[in-house]
């Protein structure tokens, strides 16, 4: 009678391993874009962006203006 008036720890405590995992799992999922996101401002933020508009885009296409007496003795 002993056996079954004392709980067993399996059933005394609920196994918590699953969401203990998973603020695990989410914790390092946050750190790492936290981290992510320092290195984006640090690295690549301060950059400035090429300029895409279709004047600047021709001037670099065009080809560059030569004199035509220069250009053939």
Partial sequence: MSAATTATPDTAAPDR???RLALKLI???VAK???LTLIWWIAIAPHP???TSPAAVARQL???PTPSHEAHP
């Fill in 17 to 19: 391993t699953l969401p």
């Fill in 27 to 29: 914790l390092l999922v």
């Fill in 33 to 35: 874009i936290a981290v």
């Fill in 49 to 51: 962006r090429p300029d």
């Fill in 62 to 64: 065009a080809p560059s």
